[in-house]
């Protein structure tokens, strides 16, 4: 019988001064507000993805397509910060519904170009206005003045917990899953 593994709970690597600080309680964490506001508004547009066959992961990757017309696959997952896997599981549901095509390079068959077809651009852009609708909610609540200080701060989190990721990924008790140093994903352009 092979034993189980416990996790390693010591302090992961790379974290500021590598000790233990005091944390807020669990409701005043920066982690934790960002995953209420994900649940919140994955609440409020559930009822729209529900008749469109999405959810909020699908969803953005028909606006980031909408928005760039044609994208690889190894572009949507590094916008979405996503496993490749469910990325292409993703993009196969999408082809399936009608709302996109998937090519695979003429040059490299590993790179598949995927695109919108008309029923998707229709879809997109309706997904694209309730956004619209959810960010102009949150920036009423944010205020015009905190805006570009709270959207760079968000950006800087971003960065550090990709390098994080980066960082921990290999040395994860149990990881098999390896990425490369930059987290770079081949991104070719159609021609």
């Not at 409020?44 to 990757?61: A, K, Y």
């Amino acid at each position: 019988m092979t034993k189980a593994r416990k996790p390693n709970l010591s302090p992961l690597p790379n974290s500021p001064d590598n000790q233990q600080a005091a944390l807020p309680m669990l409701v005043d964490r920066v982690s934790f507000m960002i995953h209420r506001i994900g649940e919140h508004m994955a609440r409020i547009c559930n009822p729209w993805f529900q008749e469109w066959g999405l959810d909020l992961v699908t969803s953005r990757m028909m606006v980031a397509l909408l928005e760039r017309e044609t994208m690889t696959a190894g572009e949507i997952v590094k916008i979405m910060a996503l496993p490749q896997s469910t990325i292409s599981h993703q993009l196969k549901r999408l082809e399936g519904l009608g709302y996109l095509t998937r090519t695979v390079g003429a040059q490299d068959s590993r790179i598949v170009f995927a695109r919108l077809t008309e029923r998707g651009l229709d879809i997109a852009q309706r997904s694209n206005q309730l956004s619209r609708s959810v960010v102009g909610q949150l920036v009423s609540a944010i205020g015009e003045d905190d805006l570009d200080r709270v959207r760079a701060a968000l950006k800087r989190a971003d960065v550090a917990l990709e390098a994080m990721f980066d960082a921990t990924t290999a040395s994860a008790p149990g990881s098999r899953r390896k990425r490369n140093t930059a987290g770079k994903v081949p991104t070719e352009k159609p021609r």
